[in-house]
């Protein structure tokens, strides 16, 4: 265990272990330490930052401690010291591999030559005779070839491998140098000047047309090596205004559409002038035509004139839209036939049929025509519309019943067009199998899944999945009353039938509205048992619902009837008199683990920008979510005349969940290795019928991998409450603390050290409470005047391996503030670091949020 002074020393040597030698530097040069761009006010300042390339080394918090050079430096001198030798092994390499496959190419070759000699042999005998020879023989020249063939694919690609890894350090230098090390930034005050004139430039094509900036550059004081300080300052002055707008259109069909929607155009008059506004113009003015007919229509055709001699600060714009070269005028084409055909590469008989007016080709898979027609944006006799073209296209690639889609369209006459519509289907048959290890209580666990999923099946494109799975896991148990490490299984089977239409009756006159042709049903059913030592649980479970989504993606999850059965089978002796005695204090928790039956209705909103899921680039994730069980039960409670709260012996709840998840991931820096992850999750759930407790599955937890990593998984909170203390002092978090309320805040910095490793500071802060005071669970309940002294803080760092396929996440969180403690002793932070209870390992798959 670390002291204090130990800590302090062990950070002092690395320190000045990584003292830069500013001898090794180019002494004719300086070294560019400082940059600052001021003066702007109006525009983006990030993305003026970013037109200027060259940045200063970067230093490690704010310090002159310029690590990153350092460990060029260092890099530099092995790479160096290596050089000849490896230019050596690159040469060597090269030869041997060429040698190589040259030899193994000669083999093939002369293989190939062997055997075709001896069935040209063969060839000249009698046939009769020589038949099974000759077969024998071509099958096994066949034979030959392939496995020489991928020999020597094999050959190439392994050289490949080998050999680039060579070329790579050999010209562009080794690990340390390109990964963990940055060059030095020296100072050109060419390059720096152009810079100047850049960030000019781009503020001219932001309105700006009178913007300035000047470059200053000074020498700061240092006694070993020259530093530079330089200066960007902007003079924005103010941004040029629309004073007129003209348009110079011979076509005047063209003029006319243009006008009639002039409302949605990005060009105002007394509106702020920037050329992205123009271009933003062009792409809408080309999108409008396209949409309305003129098929032959391009951007190229859209020019503009901006006169600026008329009065400072305002400038006069005319749009010409040209007309073609051989005409006066543009054509505006109307879809006159549409052809569907699936699988055009099929060799088998193709059966044609006609639907509504529209022409099916179909060969050995038959769908239903009224299920494609659905899917249809395109109609006959109406101007052709790429919007619709593109509409088309997703609607039936999201069916997940055809792998492409591709539409095309042919001339007919002087203004008609034939849509033809290809599809090619993926297999009727999909058969996945994974295993590989689920990760909780930092331990790993094997799970296997299995799946099978059968394709249109009822000649709609639906699709039916059996899925069954199994898994041993460390989980966080209810109780730890065990000293078992593995302490949880589960095994399930799921069927789930996927109808690419929305099942709803009288849904005719909707067929034309785009959430209903992306809309899909539902159809579920599961049953999952799961094995504790405290007990055992088994779910049926039954689904019913719907999921579409809007023009931004957006996707909506509607379930009108989510029905659970839960049966508890077992229950251990000391987890059985736990709740007993938690129920004669008033808690409710003992309801949770009665035979029960969960009826409820949710909806799900949620939204992804960017590129989340890979955390790459700017993103986000928002998820509204709203549920509401039990009310229809009471209807069926008063027909069987079952006692409040229950049917047929089963209980049931009446509840309601609400909860909103917003995540984002920001970039910092151009070269985007360091990015800023965030997240806000607040909720809350409440029980309002006869019995009073939600089901065990709708509380809400705090604590472990994904939410706060400080502390065990679902041990944080409820509020203030102080859980039973052990022998040796620390807290007793035997038991999960479900809540009904819930808020958690997460940022992590999270830096990519290679394509492969990656490192991140965290901190969170999150809690749970109680709606309502639980004499068992005393400071639990949630109150405005105090809950905000009550977020659990933690704080650590981690490091992660991306597979790019999959990520592999080790994080160390250490308590910060503890709200269990009595006030004004609640900040813990250094205190016993590796002590037990104050610091949890945590390992993940995937990001934590």
Known sequence: ????????????????????????????????????????????????????????????????????????????????????????????????????????????????????????????????????????????????????IRKLRKLKSKSISKTDKLTERVEKGNWLMKSAGEPPSYFDQDESENNARSI??????????????????????????????????????RQWVINKIAYDVKDKAVYNQILTFNKKSYLKVKGKYSEI?????????????????????????????????????KLDIKIIIDSPADKEAHTKYYVKDIYVETDPNDKSEADTTNYESITYVEHKKKYKEKILNGKLALKETTPFNESLTNDTRFFLSQMDAFKFVNIEYVKQGSDSLNALI??????????????????????????????????????????????????????????????????????????????????????SKLNDLYYYRTAKTNIIGDVAYVSRPEYTRLNLKGEFGYEWRNRKDDLFELSLADLNVINTPFL???????????????????????????????????????????????????????????????????????????????????????????????????????????????????????????????????????????????????????????ENGTFDY?????????????????????????????????????????KTRPGGNFEFSRFWKEFGIGAGFGARMDFSFLLVRLDIGTKIYDPARKEGDRFVAGYNFFGKGTTEFNIGIGYPF
Not at 138 to 146: G, L, R, W
Not at 439 to 458: D, E, M, W, Y
Request: with cysteine; hydrophobic share 30%; charged share 25%.
């Open 1 to 148: 265990m670390f002291n204090y002074r130990q800590t302090i020393l062990l950070f002092s040597l690395f320190f000045l272990s990584a003292c830069v030698s500013y001898k090794e530097l180019e002494q004719d040069k300086s070294l560019l330490v400082k940059q600052r761009l001021e003066g702007v006010k109006y525009t983006d300042k990030s993305s003026l930052e970013s037109i200027i390339r060259k940045k200063p080394n970067r230093t490690f918090l704010g310090t002159e401690m310029r690590i990153p050079l350092y460990a060029y430096q260092r890099g530099y001198k092995y790479y160096v010291k290596n050089y000849s030798k490896d230019s050596i092994k690159l040469v060597d390499a090269t030869e041997y591999w060429e040698t190589l496959i040259s030899a193994r190419e000669k083999e093939l070759t002369k293989q190939i030559k062997i055997n075709r000699d001896s069935l040209n042999y063969l060839y000249t005998q009698d046939l009769y005779d020589s038949y099974e020879d000759i077969h024998e023989l071509e099958k096994q020249s066949i034979k030959d070839s392939v496995k020489g």
């Open 200 to 237: 000019e430039r781009a503020l001219v094509q932001r309105g700006f047309l009178n913007a300035s900036v000047t470059l200053e550059f000074d020498t700061l004081k240092n006694s070993t090596y020259p530093f530079i300080r330089e200066t960007y300052t902007v003079d924005e002055k």
């Open 277 to 313: 506004k123009l271009q933003q113009e062009r792409a809408r003015i080309n999108k409008l035509l396209r949409d309305n007919g003129y098929f032959d229509f391009n951007s190229s055709y859209i020019k503009y004139e901006v006169d600026t001699n008329h009065q400072h600060g």
């Open 422 to 507: 290809y599809t090619s289907s993926f297999n009727k048959y999909q058969y996945a199998f994974e295993t590989g290890l689920n990760v909780s209580r930092s331990l790993p666990g094997p799970f296997a899944s299995v799946s099978l999923k059968t394709r249109n099946i009822f000649k709609g494109a639906e699709s039916l999945e059996f899925r069954g799975r199994f898994s041993l896991e460390a989980q966080a148990s209810v109780a730890e009353t065990t000293n078992d490490i593995y302490n949880g299984t589960e095994y399930g089977l799921s069927a789930i039938l996927k109808i690419p239409r929305p099942l709803i009756p009288f849904s």
């Open 572 to 726: 251990s002796n000391p987890f059985r008199i736990r709740l007993q005695q938690l129920a004669e204090q008033g808690n409710t928790l003992h309801y949770s683990f009665d035979n029960s039956f969960v009826s409820s209705m949710h909806l799900g909103v949620s939204r992804m920008r960017g590129e989340y899921i890979t955390s790459s680039s700017k993103s986000s994730y928002i998820k509204v979510y709203g549920e509401i069980g039990g009310n229809a039960l009471d209807l069926v409670n008063q027909w069987t005349g079952s006692e409040p709260g229950s049917i047929y012996g089963l209980r049931y709840y009446k509840f309601y969940k609400l909860y909103y998840d917003l995540r984002r991931v920001v970039p910092i820096g151009e070269k985007k290795k360091h990015f800023f992850a965030s997240r806000i999750h607040m909720g809350i759930a409440k029980s309002y019928g006869e019995v009073d407790a939600l089901p065990y599955e709708k509380y809400f937890f705090s604590g472990g991998g994904n939410s706060n990593r400080a502390w065990r998984p679902r041990r944080l909170g409820p509020g203030s409450y102080t859980p039973p203390q052990n």
């Open 734 to 774: 035997s038991y999960e603390q479900p809540g009904d309320i819930i808020i958690e805040l997460n940022a992590e910095w999270r830096y990519k050290i290679t394509r492969l490793f990656q490192w991140a500071f965290f901190i969170d802060a999150t809690n749970v409470w109680l709606i309502e005071e639980d």
